[in-house]
């Protein structure tokens, strides 16, 4: 379970760095496009709804990698590194392994 803190560090800095950026830039070029959404309180929260999801669906395309090893590290019987766990991932299924259940995590 150590084994696992840095690919979780690794995981989270980007996740959030992602997340907030595209959040952040999405809601900026809406609010820019349609400057009348700033005056009504309906269309300022689809802004952000909608900036949400764009924000949501980046960061799990980015931080998707990392969650593929540590569940990989979790299920190994032995005392796995993290590069070990993510060259058996790569060994056994190629880049897509690496990108296993994203479809799902993009709808929740």
Do not use: C, H, W
């Not at 992602?18 to 809601?27: A, Y």
């Amino acid at each position: 379970l150590i084994n696992t803190i840095p690919v979780f560090l690794v995981k989270q800095v980007p996740y959030a760095m992602v997340k907030f950026t595209v959040f952040d830039l999405s809601t900026e070029y809406m609010y820019a496009a349609y400057p009348a959404a700033q005056e009504d309180l309906k269309l300022s929260l689809l802004i952000s709804l909608i900036g949400g999801i764009f924000g949501g669906v980046a960061a799990a395309t980015v931080s998707n990698p990392a969650d593929t090893v540590i569940s990989e590290l979790k299920k190994a019987k032995s005392d796995q590194t993290p590069q070990q766990a993510l060259q058996a991932l790569l060994d056994r299924s190629g880049v897509s392994a690496l990108f296993t259940g994203l479809p799902l995590r993009m709808v929740f």
